[in-house]
């Protein structure tokens, strides 16, 4: 089950220096183990505490542990430090000479990347607009390349909407609004106690929250999670309800307008539909670039932006009392992949601000080699300068990867320590973990221990050529893979040991608290040993 398993890790040697047998029995989910309960019992509504006699078989099970109303990480140890000295991994490489406009335009963008990061929140705004401009001509004179020179120039590695696709995982958007003749029947509640189709009430002093379906639902730990976000499985919606916890949506595509009575619609179907699936709330996860800036192409988008989820808040907890808004925001404010956000006027016009603490490899800037997903020393600095923008810690939730990233390897010695990678230009620069493919944690650890292939159309036959290894600088496991073409690959993930690392720096910055993207990467059919039960 999430986070009562409870099998203590062996700190007392390094990640790599374990049998892989012994390593089975661990979990990603396992420091949840330490992150105590997130509600106490008096927080339960009366209509809940009923239900659970009437409603055993949508119940969580039972935990050993009591439960506590805050989470604390006090009793974890690790024999990694995690005030080693931070490694931001701020790397610089110029823009592939397509043609000397695109050379000038990379030249111009890596100094104003290095002035960013060196004056960090307090950049003056008109730096961001500049390295954004250098961006979109860099990007447009990529374009012009042909595609036999260079496949990848012109993709985009977002959809129409703003999405980053994921292929690892299903997506889950808020169901289309189902059309009835009878009134009455919009309102059908799912669950045998119809109490539990009511938002919740309470407010938890601290959040465990994660996006993620109700696969292998009857196996969470209900003891520790407040939010799902991105399902609509009735099922979850019961259990959920039934303890306190919220299940919320994703936000249909966004409206950029300047009309009021625009933005007014789509709110109120956005709330029909909401209501009439018994959700509790929204989560906005826009991720195409934007400005700030007065006078940029994209500040007048922002501000419709802004607009929309500010509305959206206010009618939204009229209309559903209980109700939460939250916004997903880049792993730092500071203008990643071109997103220039008001995150200080987004987290305002919102409940709660999910900090996406993954994917900071989305522009390498620097050697292309692979490198983790979600290293320590960056987990803590963006978190830090959402801070220090005047964001409220206890409107902050700690974002954490349950999955990783494939890297194939132009190097092919099966031992090697560093993976080069090719280049797969993103939004101005050569590199990008965009080259990597996705898989969740319980397909990783299911490779490393059983030499089974993550996915079909992966590869036929994998061989793991390397114990699993651990990055210090990062504070990251990660080991090396071969298929039947003898192509070297370097996997790169989070374990137990690194998420708790994080969920440390969550606590020792105050924050509300952390969460997974996402809850169902784990395996609960037991087939796999990315498992929290599976034993030696």
């Not at 490899?361 to 050697?367: A, C, D, K, N």
Request: charged letters at 20%.
């Amino acid at each position: 089950m999430i986070g009562i398993s409870c099998l203590s890790p062996n700190h007392n040697k390094p990640p790599g220096a374990e049998h892989r047998s012994q390593r089975q029995a661990k979990s990603i989910a396992q420091p949840l183990c330490e992150v105590t309960s997130c509600r106490s019992p008096r927080l339960k509504t009366a209509a809940a505490q009923a239900a659970q006699a009437d409603d055993e078989k949508n119940s969580r099970p039972d935990s050993d542990a009591s439960p506590r109303s805050a989470f604390s990480l006090s009793d974890l140890q690790s024999p990694w430090s995690s005030s080693a000295s931070p490694s931001l991994l701020a790397k610089i490489s110029g823009v592939a000479p397509a043609s000397s406009v695109t050379a000038t335009a990379g030249a111009a963008l890596l100094i104003v990347i290095i002035l960013l990061f060196l004056l960090g929140p307090s950049a003056p705004p008109f730096l961001g607009e500049l390295a954004s401009r250098a961006v979109a001509t860099a990007t447009s004179s990529a374009s012009s390349v042909s595609a036999s020179t260079d496949p990848h120039s012109t993709k985009e590695v977002f959809d129409a909407e703003g999405f980053r696709p994921r292929p690892a995982f299903d997506e889950f958007r808020l169901p289309a609004r189902r059309a009835h003749s009878n009134p009455a029947q919009q309102t059908a509640c799912p669950c045998s106690n119809t109490s539990l189709c009511e938002t919740p009430l309470i407010q938890h002093e601290k959040e465990i929250f994660g996006f993620g379906s109700g696969k292998y639902l009857p196996t969470w730990d209900w003891s520790k999670i407040t939010t799902v976000a991105w399902s609509n499985e009735p099922d979850m919606i019961c259990q959920a309800h039934a303890v306190g916890a919220r299940v919320i949506a994703a936000a249909p595509p966004i409206l950029f307008s300047d009309s009021a009575e625009a933005r007014k619609r789509w709110i109120d179907d956005l709330i029909a539909s909401l209501k009439e699936h018994f959700m509790d709330g929204v989560t906005f996860d826009y991720e195409l670039p934007m400005s700030q800036t007065p006078g940029s192409a994209t500040y007048q988008r922002m501000q419709q932006y802004k607009m929309l989820i500010n509305e959206t808040t206010v009618a939204l907890h009229a209309a559903i009392p209980g109700s939460q808004t939250s916004v997903c925001a880049a792993w730092s404010p500071a203008n990643i992949d071109g997103r220039n956000y008001d995150y200080k006027a987004l987290a305002e016009a919102t409940d709660l601000t999910y900090i996406m603490g993954y994917d900071t490899q989305s522009q390498v800037f620097g050697r292309c080699i692979a490198q983790a997903n979600a290293p320590l020393a960056l987990a803590r600095y963006g978190a830090t300068l959402y801070l220090n923008l005047g964001i409220p810690k206890e409107k902050l939730i700690m974002g954490t990867p349950w999955y990783g990233y494939a890297y194939p390897c132009l190097n092919s010695g099966p031992q090697d320590t560093y993976c080069t990678l090719g280049f797969k230009p993103f939004r101005g620069v050569n590199c990008s973990d965009a080259i990597g493919r996705q898989f969740p944690f319980a397909d990783i650890m299911n490779l490393f221990d059983n030499n089974i292939c993550p996915a079909s159309d992966f590869s036929k036959t994998c061989k793991v050529t390397t114990p699993m290894l651990w990055d210090e600088s990062t504070q990251s496991p990660y080991f090396n893979m071969v298929n039947e073409h003898g192509a070297l690959y370097q996997f790169w993930f989070d374990n137990a040991d690194s998420s708790a690392l994080k969920y440390k720096v969550a606590r020792s910055l105050g924050l509300r608290g952390v969460g997974p993207y996402r809850f169902d990467s784990l395996d609960r059919s037991g087939n796999k040993t990315g498992n929290p039960n599976a034993s030696a």
